[in-house]
């Protein structure tokens, strides 16, 4: 049976609340348990006097030395008995170490990078002008203690018409100059302060709020979420913290009022934050002073680009007491202080083994490059949001894939950056050749190969595998290149030559990293995948299985680099290219699926696949020009009309030069003359779309941008917008 005692620094346990908690719940989960303050400590007969609770009453009883002593005071209050509580440490395992201060902590993440784009710009406030120079680069300003706990010394300054207006701390005032550098310097006689810009985070009735993350580790020393909440300030307020007049809510309905379907992504993305940031806060303690935490709450923001910025890192949170959780942080406390007795062999080899970590030399920043027929823009924003979890990244930006954008690139890539992102485009032979003639790439993605340009290469995929096969031959040949196993053209490309790791992607076929039970699920798919001989469901928020693959990519490469499997489900959760697949809910439950950018056969079929997976009625399909075919045109023409007619598509529209044939193909194949529709003046078809929609249809428009097929998106979404 464990021994756990508790230190605190007030002598009788009456006057702390939470100490009747823990007594409860150590005997319920089989530990014996007292309470003791440092001069009760007697350490020539190994023993302490302490107070246990029996039959309704606390007890002084002698008690030996715990297993495990609970660290439940004030740091500050316990530094009295400092050398009392570092004999201790010699010989017993302590749980609820401090992680620092605010200031410390910002230092802490900042330094180790990892979570350096999630922090606000903040700084420790060395006198007035100091705010002053700070405020002429952020109008709106945050100024709290250093040392701040429960939202108290917290105040907003912005700048408005040459004055400054104080908000918080029931103060609410227009200052000039010189009486804001009077509140300042009365402020900074207290206590320190530091200063961030403010960041906008409120509901949508102008009510600021953040978020509160509380995670701790169980009784197997792995870290678990104890809740997750929503804090709202009173109106005209920028406090959330309960303490101060906020106020709370489940996180469900408050996620759903608020950000209606990105709802679910946002509770995952929170999920996976606060996991997350413990294990990385977790891992520096260890690095820097050879100690575990078992608990943190975190707050944060998040602002209108659903960015989340960490506003502060408590080491020992309070709970909410709308929600009576106080019995589950004491027993998660209870049954981490039992492992603790019982693992401190473990404890300790996961502590040398992160100092030995910490020692390994920095590697070199990675240049990934990304060509392809189909999925460059998708599989760099999954790979640069993954990557950004841990990594500064430089990314291109979408569509930015010409040899013009790469030199443009060369010149803004820095010592910062910690990896490279790059699309590499091409249209002919040789630009890929000078795409790494200006940047050479250490890490080279090639999606799959495809018909996109076909009729610039004589109308045969291996000629486009050749081009495309430029890339192998321009970049490290020492370095990391990724296939995709089920692309039969990829077959053509030339990689006898290379002579570094190819790691492989499939579905269908065995690969490295091959994905399983593949479903459509609510806002995006679901995938499984043995990554690190353990099993894995992801999410991805975006529909298709040929975006799976996309995904698998970005997997190959970021587990090729260590990022760990909660890192790889975060940066999955990626901000979406705009126009790939994105759903509009319209009036009378129609559904619009806008796939408006590239168009060739290959994604001409994956945007159909996606239509049958997400039609409850009617399928219409609105299919624009494909370009670049060359004389294949007719024959994948031919091979579309007949793949439309095979899914069941209810109603074919076809737009653009020469696309009539499609519609002829599923004719032939059965599809009824009455239900197939040909245009080549937009507004005739735009004429026919009021009489043609019916409620519950979902209807897929898919084109090229050079074909305007957004025109048809934008005319449909108006027409029947809520």
Request: with cysteine.
């Amino acid at each position: 049976m464990t021994l756990i005692g508790m230190l605190h620094h007030r002598k009788d346990p009456k006057t702390v609340v939470k100490a009747y908690a823990f007594a409860a719940v150590a005997e319920a989960e089989g530990a014996q348990f007292y309470y003791f303050s440092p001069g009760e400590v007697n350490f020539l007969h190994q023993t302490i006097r302490g107070q246990v609770y029996k039959n309704g009453e606390w007890k002084t009883a002698t008690m030996p030395f715990p297993d495990v002593i609970y660290n439940a005071g004030s740091p500050e209050k316990l530094m009295k008995a400092k050398n009392v509580i570092d004999r201790l440490k010699q010989d017993i395992p302590f749980t609820t170490y401090s992680i620092g201060n605010k200031w410390s902590v910002n230092r802490r993440l900042h330094e180790a990078k990892d979570f350096a784009n999630y922090l606000i710009p903040t700084e420790v406030v060395k006198n007035s002008d100091h705010v002053l120079r700070f405020m002429a680069a952020f109008e709106k300003v945050v100024f709290k203690p250093i040392d701040g706990r429960k939202g108290k010394g917290i105040f907003f300054i912005v700048q408005e018409n040459g004055r400054c207006i104080v908000n918080g701390e029931g103060v609410n005032n227009l200052y000039t100059e010189n009486q804001l550098k009077e509140f300042v310097n009365k402020q900074l006689a207290r206590e320190t302060f530091i200063i961030q810009p403010y960041i906008q985070s409120v509901t949508q009735s102008g009510q600021v709020f953040d978020f509160r993350l509380h995670v701790q580790k169980n009784g197997e020393g792995e870290w678990v979420i104890t809740t997750i909440y929503p804090r709202v300030a009173p109106k005209g307020s920028i406090i959330a913290n309960i303490n101060s007049g906020g106020y709370t809510n489940y996180l469900d309905p408050f996620l759903e009022q608020e950000f209606n379907e990105d709802a679910f992504n946002i509770k995952k993305k929170l999920e996976y934050f606060s996991i997350a940031l413990a294990t990385h806060l977790d891992k520096l303690q260890m690095e820097i002073f050879g100690e575990m935490i078992d608990e943190i709450g975190v707050d944060i923001g998040m602002d209108e680009r659903q960015k989340f910025w960490i506003y502060e890192v408590n080491w020992r949170p309070g709970c909410p007491p709308a929600f009576y959780l106080e019995l589950d942080v004491v027993k998660n406390t209870i049954l981490y202080a039992q492992y603790i007795a019982k693992n401190q062999q473990t404890i300790q080899k996961k502590i040398k083994e992160a100092k030995r970590r910490k020692l390994r030399n920095k590697q070199e920043v990675p240049i990934i490059a990304i060509t392809g027929s189909a999925g460059k823009t998708t599989t760099k924003a999954f790979l640069s949001s993954i990557l950004s979890k841990k990594w500064k990244v430089f990314e291109s930006k979408d569509y930015w894939n010409t040899t013009e954008h790469t030199k443009k690139h060369a010149e803004e890539i820095n010592s910062s950056h910690q990896a490279v992102v790059l699309e590499y485009g091409m249209a002919y032979p040789g630009v890929i050749t000078e795409h790494c003639r200006i940047i050479q790439p250490t890490v080279a993605i090639v999606t799959n190969i495809g018909l996109a340009h076909v009729g610039n290469f004589d109308g045969d995929p291996r000629n486009v595998a050749k081009a495309k096969s430029e890339l192998i031959h321009g970049m490290d040949q020492f370095g990391v290149l990724c296939l995709n196993m089920d692309n039969e053209n990829s077959k053509f490309l030339e990689t006898e030559m290379f002579k570094g790791q190819t790691l492989t992607i499939g579905i269908h076929k065995e690969a490295d990293y091959r994905a399983y039970d593949v479903q459509y699920v609510e806002q995006g798919m679901t995938f499984k995948m043995l990554l690190k001989h353990e099993e894995l469901e992801l999410f991805i928020p975006i529909f298709g299985e040929h975006h799976v693959y996309n995904a698998l990519a970005a997997i190959a490469i970021a587990d090729h680099f260590g990022f760990s499997p909660m890192e790889i489900k975060m940066g999955l959760l990626f901000k979406k290219p705009p126009r790939r697949l994105t759903i509009y809910d319209c009036r009378d439950h129609i559904t619009l699926i806008d796939d408006t950018v590239h168009s060739h056969p290959e994604g001409v079929r994956a945007a159909i696949d996606v239509l049958v997976n997400l039609a409850k009625d009617r399928k219409i399909a609105v299919i624009g020009q494909m370009r670049e075919l060359g004389d294949l045109r007719q024959k994948e023409y031919q091979k579309i009309g007949e793949y439309i007619q095979q899914q069941g598509i209810d109603v074919l529209i076809t737009y653009g030069f020469r696309t009539e044939e499609i519609g002829m193909q599923a004719q032939l194949k059965g599809m009824k003359a009455e239900n197939i529709y040909h245009f080549t003046d937009r507004e005739k078809l735009h004429a026919l779309l009021p009489n043609l929609i019916k409620e519950n249809d979902t209807i897929l428009v898919k084109g090229a941008s050079k074909t305007n097929m957004f025109d048809t998106v934008k005319f449909i979404d108006n027409l029947f917008s809520e």
